[in-house]
């Protein structure tokens, strides 16, 4: 009897572990909300002007900036591997660093590693290296923002769908330049070899390259091997938002339609067996084999939610329509709603 209490309570202390874990990445999250849908193409318009009028001038800066963020978003996506790597050898306690905060040694691990990969970028200049920085950031923004709803991610798309085309087909007829292309394709000056400028250290100035930001993804075309093909991060990080909605959604539709009483849920139609994360996924690699087929067809940058938002989003709407659930994702699915207690006979 003392063992099975003992283990019960064992039992009882792991699941509120795993409450507390669960409620605590819930809190870390960042939902969009629909006033911040609508502005973010907005922001993102500012910005690319501040970095096509300014970047000469603050070029040091950005440089830095994206180094940290790098450092950052790759060591969060390090971490599991660390995690799995340390698990044999450590207690789990963290590390105190002072004002910095308490660190795992997976965390200062992870960190470790990540410092390391952004140097050896920022003494070579790698694509190979900025592409891997790049996946980085897009796995750390996926896996800490999210959409709340169809209306919020429609509103979303649609939005970076317009700024993509405008600012790569029609921004030359008011800037006189592809502000799109010179932004994603001007490399900044090394801050290694800014500094051994001013310190006199040619040797560094000659070995120091100049660094294309990891804000793209680059990759060698298939026509020419010394000519790249460039895929925003923007084009990767909105539909996979729109990817981890609709998986969500599937994992919540599919606990809903589990029998209270059996607790097995009821055998599958074959429509039911076709999830909306299926569709959506089929349809953005479909949208991405359009987009690189048609750059490498016209031989010119083109804007690839131009194909991306329609492949992922009007097949959703037309799947979520024929199964009567467009209404309940249009509106956020996700919120619990409460019954009320009194009920008037």
Request: aromatic share 12%; charged share 15%; with cysteine.
């Amino acid at each position: 009897m003392e063992k099975e209490n003992v283990e019960r309570e064992r039992e009882k202390e792991k699941d509120s572990f795993i409450g507390n874990t669960s409620a605590e990445n819930e809190s870390n999250m960042q939902t969009i909300d629909t006033c911040q849908a609508a502005f973010l193409p907005i922001g993102a318009s500012v910005s690319l002007l501040i970095m096509f009028f300014f970047f000469d001038s603050l070029q040091m800066v950005f440089a830095i900036c994206t180094a940290v963020l790098a450092t950052v978003a790759f060591a969060f996506l390090l971490l599991p591997m660390c995690q799995y790597i340390i698990k044999p050898c450590s207690t789990g306690q963290k590390i105190s660093f002072g004002v910095c905060g308490r660190f795992t040694a997976a965390e200062i691990l992870s960190f470790c590693l990540s410092f390391f990969i952004v140097c050896i970028w920022v003494l070579t200049g790698h694509w190979l290296l900025m592409d891997a920085l790049g996946m980085g950031l897009c796995v750390a923004f996926i896996a800490l923002v999210r959409l709340p709803s169809l209306k919020v991610s429609t509103l979303l798309l649609v939005g970076l769908l317009i700024y993509d085309v405008f600012w790569v087909f029609f921004s030359s007829y008011i800037f006189s330049a592809n502000v799109m292309v010179k932004v994603a394709t001007r490399p900044a000056e090394n801050p290694v070899g800014m500094f051994a400028k001013k310190l006199h250290l040619t040797g560094l100035v000659r070995d120091a390259p100049k660094l294309s930001l990891p804000g793209k993804l680059v990759f060698p075309s298939m026509q020419n091997s010394s000519h790249f093909s460039m895929l925003g991060l923007g084009d990767i990080v909105m539909p996979g938002l729109l990817l981890c909605f609709v998986l969500r959604y599937d994992a919540y539709k599919k606990s809903q339609t589990i029998s209270v009483d059996t607790g097995v849920p009821p055998p599958p139609t074959y429509v039911q067996r076709l999830t909306y994360f299926h569709c959506s996924l089929v349809g953005y690699f479909l949208g991405l084999l359009t987009a690189t087929v048609s750059s490498e067809v016209f031989k010119a940058a083109q804007p690839a939610l131009l194909y991306l938002v329609p492949f992922t989003l009007l097949p959703l709407l037309t799947m979520a329509y024929l199964k009567g659930d467009l209404r309940r994702m249009w509106h956020e699915p996700f919120l619990a709603h409460t019954t009320p207690k009194d009920v008037d006979v």
